[in-house]
Structures are given as C-alpha cells and as structure tokens.
C-alpha cells in the first residue's frame, strides 16, 4: 500500500528551484533513505511534506488523501511526525512534558472540562501520561522524565525529539539528519530504535549523510541532486550507480 | 509542601485585612488584588505562550469602562456588568490574537502597544460614549442581595472570592494539555506545529483569556474605584503589570500572585525613599534581570531547592540562552505536570 | 484645496517625520548590531534635551559649547547605557533585554525628575520661532534646519557605513558577528560604538526638537513609539526604510491631525503602523520574517 505519494513536487524560492518536479512513491513499512550532495533540496523537501513550507507545484498524497498545502498540526493529525536537523526540543518543560505534546492531536479535552476538572479530562489525562511514558521507554529515557530537556546531553536530546514524534503515534515518520552529531556507538543504538520503530508498522523517510547508517536500514534509496530525483533503487543499486557517484564527485563515502 | 503554604497563604490573605484595619490599607489590598487578577491574565500571553503583549491595561480598561457604562447609563447591576466587561474585553483579545499568528516579538509588542495607545486616546476623545477625560463617576457598589459591598474592608473579601477562583481555574488549564500546548508555542513555535499543535488557534486562546481576566480585573476595580478616569490604563500601566509578572515569575501563578501584591505594597513600604522611588523600582527591574530573571518565585524555589538540598530547576523563559542544545551538568529535576 | 495650508503641513509634517527618522534609525543599528529592541531610546532624546538646558539656562554656555557638550555627553551616555544595560544581557534571549530596557527608561524618566524637576521645561530655541514666508507659505526656520541636519546628519552616515573601514566594521559586526569575530573585528568594540552612535543620534534630535516641544520627563516615549512603528512601517532592520518610515509617518500625521482630528494625531502613527502590519508585515523595505527549519 501507498502511504506516500508525490507528484511533480516543487518548491522554488524566487528563481531558486530548491526542489524540482520530484516524483516519489513510499510504501507503507519501508524504510526510505533520502541522499544526496548538500543543497540538493533534502531537508527543503522534507519541509514541504510536513507542511512548513507550501509547495510551489505538485500534489502531495498521504494515504491515498490530498494533503497538498496542509499545515503541519493537521498532517500530524493525519499520522505524519518528523524531527528536525537542529534539535528542536521544549528546552525548559521537561522529558515527560515534552513527550506529552506528542499526544496533543490525538487527544481534545477542550477547555470547559479542563476547568471544571470533568472525569473525561481526567482520563485523557491519564492516557496522555501513559502513552508518553511509552515512548520515553521506548527510547530508553523514561528514567530521566522529570529532567528539564535542555539538562540532557546531545544523543539524548535527539532521542527526546524522536520519542515525542513517536508519541503522536505516526504512520509515517520523517528524520532530517537524526544521526547528525551522534558518536558511532550512539548511532548504532539510533539505528536498532529505528528498526524497532518500523517494526511496529510505521514507515519511515529519514534524510541523513551516514551513509554506514544509510545503507544497513534502508530498503529503498532516493538520491536526489539540485533539487530534482537523480537515481532510486535498493542500497546495492544506488552504490554503483555512476550518476550517483559523479554527483557525489570525489567523495568516497558512498564505499559504505 | 504545596499545601502547607496554600494553607498560609490563604490565611495571611483572609486575616490581612483584620489584623491592619486602616481603610488606607484596605485601599490597597483591593487594588492588590484587581491587580492580581489582572496579571493572571498577562500570564497566559506572555508567561505561558510567550507573546509579548503590552496591552493588558487597554483589556482593563475596556473592561473597566463597559461595566461603569452599562451600570450608570443603563442602571443595570453589577452582575450584569461583570459578564459585560469580561465579553466586550474578550471580544478585543480575539481582535488582537490574530496579529500574532503572523506578526512575533516586537513586531507584535509594538502592535499591542499601538493597540493600547488607540484605546486610551478613544476614552479620552469619544465624549459621548464614555465621558472623555473626565470619566465616570458614579459607579454602584456590587449587591449581594441583602449585603451592598460599599466599603473597602468588604470588598477586598468579595474580590478575594474572585482571585481565588480565577487562580484555580488558571492552575488548572496550565497543568493541563492546553497549558503544554500553550508553552510549547512560547519554547518553540515550529516544533509545537510540527508536534500537532494548533498554534493559531492556542495563541487566539491565550489572547482571549488575557482579555477575560483583564476585563473581570477592571470591572472589579471600576465598582470599587466609584470612579474612573482615562489615564488609569496607560502603556504605562501595561509596563506596570508586566514588571510584576516577570518580577514574581513568569510563567508561575504564585509567582504572579507575589508579583502583584508586592509591587502593589512596594511604593508604600519604600514611602522613605520619597521622590526616587520609582528610579530605584526602575533600576530594580535591570537588577531583576541580570541576576533573577526567573523572578522572586524562581528565587524563593532555589533556595528552597537548597534547604532540602534538592537541586531544583526553575521553570522560567527568561532563562532562555542563544544556545540552544547546551549539555548541562549536573543533572537537575523538577516536578512534572 | 487650500495648497498653502497643506504645503505647510508638510513641510512640519517632514520635519517631525526627520525627527521620526532619526530616533527610529537609533533603534534600527542597535537592532542590527545585537538584536534587541532598546525600550530606552526615547530617553535618548530625553536626557540630551534637559542637559541642554542645563548647559545653555543654568550655565549660560553659548550655543556652539553647550550643543557640543551635549554630544560629547551622550557619548558618554551611550557607552555607561551598553554597559549597564545589555552587556550583562548579551547572551540572553530577547525578552529579558527588552525589559530590562524597559527598567531603564524608567530609571533614567525618574532620575531625569529627580533632577531637573516635574515641571515642563523651555529650551531655548536659535531662531524664536521665526518664519520664512515663501510666496504666502510659512516655514519655521526650525523646520528647515531640522530637515537640513537630518538630511546632511544622512549623507554623512551613508559616507561612514560605505567607505569608510570603522563604518564596514560596523555592518560586519550587525550582520554576523562570528565571521566578523574571525576576521579579527572587535565585535565589542564595534557593539559600544554603536550604542555610543545611536546616543549621537538621540542627542542631534534633541538638539533639533526641544526647541519646539516642551521639555519633560516624557517627552521621549512617544516620540519613540511613533519612531518605533515608523521604522516598522518602512520595514525594521533596514536603514533607508526607517528614515523613509519616519518621514511618511511625520507627514500623514500633519495631514490627518489637521483635516481628519487633532485629537487623534497621536493615533495616526500606530493606525498606519496596524494597517501596514496586516497588509504587508515587511514594510517597505523589510527584512523577510522566516525561520529556517
């Protein structure tokens, strides 16, 4: 099944073509790696699927619905999270606050039964706290719930950022850079999360320069260069691939 | 702990007004607690979603002037005009929600600000609506059926009644997933959007219950003032009660409710220092700043922190540095919500 | 059409919109150079405006003394404000600068009345409100100096900011400190100078306004409102578009004073700044109001 489809997907800035015409099909369960040399339009187009930025041209599908132009709360309604490439935590609410949020669109106590503290408030409230307490679990900080987030080290502030994505319980879940600043023990432990993570059903799209971290999770690999789609296949297909290579030109990266 | 100092609290609070039995004093602790209400209210723009608004006093003033006028002009009671006041000034923080979905910092100060300046110059030009610069006098006394509260002594219970519950519902939205909601908006906007938060809708919110409280504030200061005039609700009166949010705490509601009473009290306590009291107040906001930002709760929490020798971290976005995904040492807790 | 009447208005419709432009260009390179908006800088105005009474009532100085004692004072004035009122604050974020900027304006309105008293103040003016009558046309000779100034005060500094070296230092440092640390700048110094500038600025409007105000411990604030929403209206953070802002502000202020309400005057400013804040937020020349994600 298609959980993620573009169409002719772009966004220029003036006469920038950040993004240009990409065509991109993501089935629900994979794990899809976006590459390519920088300013090629990664983190851009990640901005345009999860709503920040509005598309110039092109249809973006989410579950077989139109999602084109959606702002972002709504696409977290939807099931699309994401984490972002400079951490962006609630530095002065703490890890459980912070996880918490995540639950905010799937939940909608309104204001009336917040005040007079109603039993339907109070069980939502419940819910959210056992939910995010999942997710911090899951990553591994539950133990550090009543932190300030900005008292975590880095690795765990990215981990932070991660459950509370996973804690608006996505289908789809896109990474910008999530190993970026990690030491290699660290990524390691990023990269079984993730696999766990897809392991419970959701798909994920990360956009990230490891190529190590790359090519052992990804099923399927979009390159993309200049902001237009170069090359897609499996990691052993884009390895050898020479237009992916020439874009990449003199790096050795790509021999993972 | 929290319920021991509820406790006193309310007790100083109930048992002020009989152990000082001045009416000068009296005076003063029911505008402690207009101002107090009033404040709560800024809380939610600005401690809580982190909107720098400088409007408050139009809000209180708006609310003000709509409950003297309908209870002069029309004769209708003060439990009329109350609701009145809180409506019409709601209606005006809805009004001035919408610039802050696009419009953040001191793009949005300088609109509130503008806002405000507006308001002043109508009440004190539109004559026939509201009496121009000579205001409104004349303003009845609340009835409670068999009891009028026509005197200061009274009304500081009857206003007392108002805060108490006010603070209790502002406690609870705060702890609550709108209050995460609205703080996730002040610690940052896009990742509160990006996590499923409405941040229009919530801003809209916070602007609406800063209205609310502003315009409950100035119907309670209206029918206990007797009279009011237009150049009670100044931008320096806006300055006036954001000093005593970010004094007290912001973000905190006993914080708030320390700010109010003590920069209420604090012109009469420094009586001594006569004509350079407000120099010293001003020069004491710039030393609030660089050495307490996180205001006399945010001290009154650390040192609390280090009698039990807890090291606790103050909950406060004054603390906030340009860096911002520091690691810091050693690890420090707090009470979650 | 009554052509003298409004060729009148604004012409001291220009020359309070030059006044506009200058406080609002105060405003804008200490925002360029660190960020903050100084809550403070209608004081800027303020204290030269009582000081130059002093030098000129009190110390009976003749004019080109005392204007120059002023300067050299709000020199002095900007440096002690730097240090005192953001250099402590330097790494903080932005609301704790603003308010303490705000406990500065309130310090320094109230030491202003401590010692120079609550009454209004005259500040004796070079001219006594002389005229020049062109063709049926009056112009305050005020007026036309304060243009004149403003307008010299701007080739001036266009002539600082572009081709001289201190000048290129300058705008290094307000558009990226840390590169322009690396190229061994002295960000601080550069910071100071600013303040110190911005002072200048302040001290040259009071110069030219006081004369024709009265002189109290709030003659700034709202002069610095207004300045604050011209350079909005111009677009903030650019320098053409804050003296342009104060200018069109300063005109349609006349203009509306007169014919629509005198009452209203000091709304016109804040009107025209929520007009343009709801049709385009960037002003005239603005800065482009986006984060990167």
């Given at each position: 099944m298609e959980i993620l489809k573009t169409l002719q997907l772009s966004k220029h800035f003036g006469g920038l073509?950040?993004?240009?015409?990409v065509d991109m099909t993501i089935k629900k369960g994979e794990i899809r790696a976006l590459i390519g040399p920088n300013g090629s339009g990664k983190t851009t187009i990640l901005n345009v699927l999860s709503g920040i930025y509005q598309p110039t041209e092109g249809k973006i599908l989410f579950k077989g619905a139109d999602?084109?132009?959606?702002?972002p709360h709504v696409l977290v309604e939807h099931g699309m999270a994401r984490t972002f490439q400079n951490i962006r935590l609630f530095?002065?609410?703490t890890v459980l606050q912070n996880a918490k949020v995540g639950q905010h669109a799937r939940t909608e106590s309104d204001l009336l039964s917040i005040i007079f503290g109603l039993p339907k408030a109070k069980a939502e409230e419940r819910h959210i706290e056992e939910k995010a307490k999942q997710a911090l679990e899951f990553v591994g900080l539950l133990d550090k719930h009543?932190?300030?987030?900005?008292?975590?080290p880095y690795g765990q502030q990215r981990l932070l950022e991660l459950a509370r994505a996973l804690a608006t319980e996505p289908d789809l879940l896109l990474l910008d850079?999530?190993?970026?600043?990690?030491?290699p023990h660290e990524t390691e432990v990023l990269d079984a999360l993730l696999v766990k993570v897809r392991d419970r059903g959701v798909t994920l799209l990360l956009v990230e320069h490891d190529m190590n971290l790359v090519m052992g999770i990804s099923d399927y690999i979009t390159v993309l260069n200049f902001g237009a789609k170069i090359a897609e296949g499996t990691p052993e297909e884009i390895q050898s691939n020479p237009e992916v290579i020439e874009a990449y030109l003199g790096k050795e990266v790509i021999h993972a | 702990m929290k319920v021991v100092l509820i406790l006193l609290f309310l007790a100083l609070a109930v048992a002020a007004p009989i152990v000082v039995v001045s009416d000068y004093w009296h005076n003063l602790m029911v505008l402690a607690v207009v101002y107090a209400i009033a404040t709560l209210g800024l809380n939610f723009t600005?401690?809580?979603?982190?909107q720098l608004s400088l409007a408050q006093a139009a809000f209180w003033g708006i609310g003000a002037y709509t409950s003297a006028l309908i209870t002069v002009?029309?004769?209708?009671?003060f439990w009329i005009g109350l609701p009145a006041a809180a409506a019409v000034a709601a209606l005006f923080g809805v009004m001035l929600g919408f610039p802050s979905f696009k419009l953040s910092g001191h793009y949005l100060a300088m609109t509130t600000i503008g806002f405000g300046i507006i308001v002043r110059l109508v009440l004190q030009n539109w004559q026939e609506l509201t009496?121009?610069?000579?205001g409104i006098g004349g303003i009845p006394a609340p009835s409670l059926g068999v009891l009028d509260v026509d005197n200061n002594f009274k009304y500081y219970y009857f206003a007392l009644a108002f805060l108490l519950i006010l603070a209790l519902v502002a406690y609870k939205i705060q702890h609550s997933r709108a209050g995460r909601a609205f703080q996730a908006i002040r610690e940052n906007e896009m990742a509160a959007e990006a996590t499923g938060v409405n941040t229009n809708r919530y801003k809209l919110i916070a602007f609406l219950f800063s209205a609310l409280y502003g315009g409950i504030a100035g119907s309670l200061y209206a029918h206990s003032a007797g009279y009011i005039s237009?150049?009670?609700?100044s931008f320096d009166q806006s300055v006036v009660f954001m000093v005593m949010l970010v004094l007290g705490g912001s973000g905190s509601i006993p914080g708030t409710l320390i700010g109010a009473t003590l920069l209420t009290f604090l012109p009469e306590w420094l009586r001594?220092?006569?004509?350079?009291y407000m120099a010293v107040y001003g020069a004491g906001v710039m030393f609030m700043m660089i050495?307490?930002?996180?205001g006399l709760w945010g001290l009154l929490e650390m040192i609390y922190g280090k009698l039990t020798r807890r090291p606790v971290e103050v909950l406060s976005p004054?603390?906030?540095?340009?860096?911002?995904t520091a690691a810091k040492s050693p690890v420090e807790t707090r009470k979650s919500s | 059409m009554d052509w003298t009447t409004i060729f009148q208005l604004i012409i001291s419709g220009l020359a309070m919109g030059a006044i506009y432009a200058l406080v609002a260009l105060g405003f804008v390179l200490i925002y360029n150079a660190v960020g903050i908006v100084n809550f403070a800088q209608g004081e800027f105005i303020m204290v030269p405006a009582f000081f130059g009474i002093t030098a000129l009532?009190?110390?009976?100085?003749p004019f080109p003394l005392a204007y120059l004692l002023v300067l050299v004072g709000m020199a002095i004035f900007g440096l002690v404000f730097e240090l005192i009122a953001y250099y402590p604050l330097?790494?903080?974020?932005?609301l704790p600068v603003v308010i303490s900027t705000i406990g500065a304006s309130i310090l320094l309105k109230n030491t202003s009345q401590l010692i120079w008293g609550a009454i209004p103040l005259r500040f004796p003016g070079l001219f006594e409100a002389q005229t020049l009558n062109v063709s049926g046309v009056r112009i305050g000779f005020q007026h036309l100096l304060i243009l004149a100034v403003t307008l010299i005060l701007i080739g001036l500094q266009y002539l600082l900011f572009e081709k001289t070296l201190l000048g290129k230092k300058m705008q290094a440092t307000a558009q990226d400190k840390q590169t322009a640390r690396l190229m061994g700048i002295p960000i601080n110094q550069m910071i100071a100078i600013t303040f110190i500038y911005s002072a200048l600025l302040g001290g040259v409007a009071a110069l030219l306004v006081a004369p024709i105000v009265n002189v109290t411990k709030d003659m700034g604030s709202l002069i610095a409102l207004k300045a604050f929403s011209s350079s909005i209206v111009g677009g903030f953070g650019s320098i053409p578009g804050a003296i342009l802002g104060g200018l069109f502000v300063g005109v349609i202020e006349a203009l509306a004073g007169s014919y629509v309400s005198s009452a209203y005057t000091d709304a016109v400013a804040f009107v025209i700044l929520i007009a343009v804040l709801l049709v385009?937020?960037?002003?005239?020349?603005?800065?482009?109001i986006s984060e990167k994600a």
């Amino acid at each position: 099944m298609e959980i993620l489809k573009t169409l002719q997907l772009s966004k220029h800035f003036g006469g920038l073509k950040a993004v240009d015409k990409v065509d991109m099909t993501i089935k629900k369960g994979e794990i899809r790696a976006l590459i390519g040399p920088n300013g090629s339009g990664k983190t851009t187009i990640l901005n345009v699927l999860s709503g920040i930025y509005q598309p110039t041209e092109g249809k973006i599908l989410f579950k077989g619905a139109d999602v084109t132009g959606k702002k972002p709360h709504v696409l977290v309604e939807h099931g699309m999270a994401r984490t972002f490439q400079n951490i962006r935590l609630f530095p002065e609410l703490t890890v459980l606050q912070n996880a918490k949020v995540g639950q905010h669109a799937r939940t909608e106590s309104d204001l009336l039964s917040i005040i007079f503290g109603l039993p339907k408030a109070k069980a939502e409230e419940r819910h959210i706290e056992e939910k995010a307490k999942q997710a911090l679990e899951f990553v591994g900080l539950l133990d550090k719930h009543n932190q300030l987030a900005k008292s975590l080290p880095y690795g765990q502030q990215r981990l932070l950022e991660l459950a509370r994505a996973l804690a608006t319980e996505p289908d789809l879940l896109l990474l910008d850079e999530p190993a970026a600043g990690l030491n290699p023990h660290e990524t390691e432990v990023l990269d079984a999360l993730l696999v766990k993570v897809r392991d419970r059903g959701v798909t994920l799209l990360l956009v990230e320069h490891d190529m190590n971290l790359v090519m052992g999770i990804s099923d399927y690999i979009t390159v993309l260069n200049f902001g237009a789609k170069i090359a897609e296949g499996t990691p052993e297909e884009i390895q050898s691939n020479p237009e992916v290579i020439e874009a990449y030109l003199g790096k050795e990266v790509i021999h993972a | 702990m929290k319920v021991v100092l509820i406790l006193l609290f309310l007790a100083l609070a109930v048992a002020a007004p009989i152990v000082v039995v001045s009416d000068y004093w009296h005076n003063l602790m029911v505008l402690a607690v207009v101002y107090a209400i009033a404040t709560l209210g800024l809380n939610f723009t600005l401690g809580l979603t982190g909107q720098l608004s400088l409007a408050q006093a139009a809000f209180w003033g708006i609310g003000a002037y709509t409950s003297a006028l309908i209870t002069v002009r029309y004769e209708v009671p003060f439990w009329i005009g109350l609701p009145a006041a809180a409506a019409v000034a709601a209606l005006f923080g809805v009004m001035l929600g919408f610039p802050s979905f696009k419009l953040s910092g001191h793009y949005l100060a300088m609109t509130t600000i503008g806002f405000g300046i507006i308001v002043r110059l109508v009440l004190q030009n539109w004559q026939e609506l509201t009496g121009g610069a000579d205001g409104i006098g004349g303003i009845p006394a609340p009835s409670l059926g068999v009891l009028d509260v026509d005197n200061n002594f009274k009304y500081y219970y009857f206003a007392l009644a108002f805060l108490l519950i006010l603070a209790l519902v502002a406690y609870k939205i705060q702890h609550s997933r709108a209050g995460r909601a609205f703080q996730a908006i002040r610690e940052n906007e896009m990742a509160a959007e990006a996590t499923g938060v409405n941040t229009n809708r919530y801003k809209l919110i916070a602007f609406l219950f800063s209205a609310l409280y502003g315009g409950i504030a100035g119907s309670l200061y209206a029918h206990s003032a007797g009279y009011i005039s237009p150049d009670t609700f100044s931008f320096d009166q806006s300055v006036v009660f954001m000093v005593m949010l970010v004094l007290g705490g912001s973000g905190s509601i006993p914080g708030t409710l320390i700010g109010a009473t003590l920069l209420t009290f604090l012109p009469e306590w420094l009586r001594f220092l006569k004509s350079s009291y407000m120099a010293v107040y001003g020069a004491g906001v710039m030393f609030m700043m660089i050495f307490f930002p996180t205001g006399l709760w945010g001290l009154l929490e650390m040192i609390y922190g280090k009698l039990t020798r807890r090291p606790v971290e103050v909950l406060s976005p004054l603390e906030k540095t340009e860096e911002a995904t520091a690691a810091k040492s050693p690890v420090e807790t707090r009470k979650s919500s | 059409m009554d052509w003298t009447t409004i060729f009148q208005l604004i012409i001291s419709g220009l020359a309070m919109g030059a006044i506009y432009a200058l406080v609002a260009l105060g405003f804008v390179l200490i925002y360029n150079a660190v960020g903050i908006v100084n809550f403070a800088q209608g004081e800027f105005i303020m204290v030269p405006a009582f000081f130059g009474i002093t030098a000129l009532v009190t110390w009976h100085l003749p004019f080109p003394l005392a204007y120059l004692l002023v300067l050299v004072g709000m020199a002095i004035f900007g440096l002690v404000f730097e240090l005192i009122a953001y250099y402590p604050l330097r790494h903080r974020s932005f609301l704790p600068v603003v308010i303490s900027t705000i406990g500065a304006s309130i310090l320094l309105k109230n030491t202003s009345q401590l010692i120079w008293g609550a009454i209004p103040l005259r500040f004796p003016g070079l001219f006594e409100a002389q005229t020049l009558n062109v063709s049926g046309v009056r112009i305050g000779f005020q007026h036309l100096l304060i243009l004149a100034v403003t307008l010299i005060l701007i080739g001036l500094q266009y002539l600082l900011f572009e081709k001289t070296l201190l000048g290129k230092k300058m705008q290094a440092t307000a558009q990226d400190k840390q590169t322009a640390r690396l190229m061994g700048i002295p960000i601080n110094q550069m910071i100071a100078i600013t303040f110190i500038y911005s002072a200048l600025l302040g001290g040259v409007a009071a110069l030219l306004v006081a004369p024709i105000v009265n002189v109290t411990k709030d003659m700034g604030s709202l002069i610095a409102l207004k300045a604050f929403s011209s350079s909005i209206v111009g677009g903030f953070g650019s320098i053409p578009g804050a003296i342009l802002g104060g200018l069109f502000v300063g005109v349609i202020e006349a203009l509306a004073g007169s014919y629509v309400s005198s009452a209203y005057t000091d709304a016109v400013a804040f009107v025209i700044l929520i007009a343009v804040l709801l049709v385009r937020p960037q002003g005239i020349f603005g800065e482009r109001i986006s984060e990167k994600a």
